[in-house]
């Protein structure tokens, strides 16, 4: 079983920061593909990073040269740094670990973690 768990979301106020922590339980961690999504109040779940097993990073135009997303396998972790946060990066951020590669469509789809709040406001 793989289980995904978020932290690090609170209250900041814009322009400020905050770290974000993804940990998957699962030993063989390194083979998998994690992004990170936000939820809204639209209700759509929207990409906003993601790092391969190779720490290859993508990230939603909205996101460059603020959001930083890095990896360490040892300790199962991927974490996405947040700069000048703005009101409208108020979200529950999702973590989601995948393998591509896989013969199985669960797990090229990906596990879900619970999600973690994140609000900017003044």
């Known amino acids: 079983q793989v289980q995904v768990v978020e932290s690090g979301g609170g209250l900041v106020q814009p322009g400020g920061s905050l770290r974000l922590s993804c940990v998957v339980s699962?030993?063989?961690?390194?083979?998998?593909?994690v992004g990170w999504y936000r939820q809204g109040p639209e209700k759509q779940r929207e990409v906003v990073a993601s790092?391969?097993?190779?720490?290859?990073?993508n990230y939603a135009d909205s996101m460059k040269g603020r959001f930083t997303i890095s990896r360490d396998n040892a300790k199962r972790t991927v974490y996405l740094q947040m700069n000048s946060l703005k009101p409208e990066n108020q979200a529950v951020y999702y973590c989601?670990?995948?393998?591509?590669?896989?013969?199985?469509?669960?797990?090229?789809?990906?596990?879900w973690g619970q999600g973690t709040q994140v609000t900017v406001s003044s």
């Open positions: 699962r030993s063989a961690f390194s083979f998998y593909e």
């Open positions: 989601n670990a995948r393998v591509p590669e896989s013969s199985d469509a669960t797990m090229r789809s990906g596990y």
């Open positions: 790092i391969t097993r190779n720490s290859n990073t």
